[in-house]
């Protein structure tokens, strides 16, 4: 099982290292990343696998959710089974 990790807002130090940490912390293993920065604006996507996580899938998004309002940033997850739904034709 894999998770979808969305993360945009204003450019900082630390932002893809922050949100691997959590990640790591909830033994979700980061498989793929790409980021970009325009102009102030920081802006990512990662690909987790989740399949062992330690902890809920809703307690795993919340925890970034949270990371994210104390960072200024908006980090959202989405299950790749609802991504995958969601981009069907």
């Known amino acids: 099982m894999r998770a ?14 922050k949100v691997s940490v959590r990640c790591a912390e909830c033994n979700a293993n980061v ?14 996507v990662m690909i987790a696998e ?3 996580l330690n902890c809920g ?3 795993f998004a919340d925890s970034l ?14 299950h790749e089974d609802i991504f995958n739904s969601m981009h069907r034709i």
């Open 65 to 78: 959710a949270a990371l994210g309002r104390e960072l200024g940033l908006e980090i959202r997850v989405m």
């Open 57 to 59: 899938f809703g307690e």
């Open 31 to 44: 498989a793929d990343v790409t980021q970009t920065v325009l102009q102030d604006m920081f802006a990512m």
């Open 4 to 17: 979808v990790i969305s993360v945009i807002g204003k450019d900082m130090v630390g932002i893809l290292a």
């Open 50 to 52: 989740i399949g062992s």
